[in-house]
C-alpha cells in the first residue's frame, strides 16, 4: 500500500506564491514517478508537474516558468513552488505516484487565487 499526505494549499492573491508538498510512504519502488494534478470546478483532472526519480520533469504548459518541482528522494518527499499564482490555477490539487503502471493519489489540497 501507498500513502500521499499533501500540505501547502491555500488562499493567495493572484501574483503570489505558495508551495505544496508531499510525502509519499508504504511500498515504494525505487523507480516511480511523483507529481502533482489538479482538478478545477466541471473540469477533468490535469497533470500539472512530475519528476520522475531519475530526474526528469515534465509540465502542464500554462504552468512552466511559472511552477517547479522538486523531490527529496531521501525523504519520498516533493515540492511543488508556485509562483506568479493566477485565478485560473485555482483547483484542488492532488499528489500523485506512479510506479508499475499504477496510480496512487493523495487526499487533495485546496489552492484558491483571488483577483
Known amino acids: 500500500q501507498v500513502r500521499l499526505v499533501e500540505s501547502g494549499g491555500g488562499l493567495v492573491q493572484a501574483g503570489g506564491s505558495l508551495r505544496l508538498s508531499c510525502t509519499a510512504s508504504g511500498d515504494i519502488l525505487s523507480l516511480n514517478f511523483m507529481g502533482w494534478y489538479r482538478q478545477a470546478p466541471g473540469k477533468q483532472r490535469e497533470m500539472v508537474a512530475t519528476a520522475s526519480t531519475r530526474g526528469a520533469t515534465n509540465y502542464l504548459s500554462s504552468v512552466k516558468g511559472r511552477f517547479t518541482i522538486s523531490r527529496d528522494g531521501a525523504k519520498n518527499t516533493i515540492y511543488l513552488r508556485m509562483n506568479s499564482l493566477r485565478p485560473a490555477d485555482t483547483a484542488v490539487y492532488y499528489c500523485?505516484?506512479?510506479?508499475?503502471?499504477?496510480?496512487?493519489y493523495g487526499q487533495g489540497t485546496q489552492v484558491t487565487v483571488s483577483s
Open positions: 500523485n505516484l506512479r510506479q508499475e503502471y499504477q496510480d496512487y
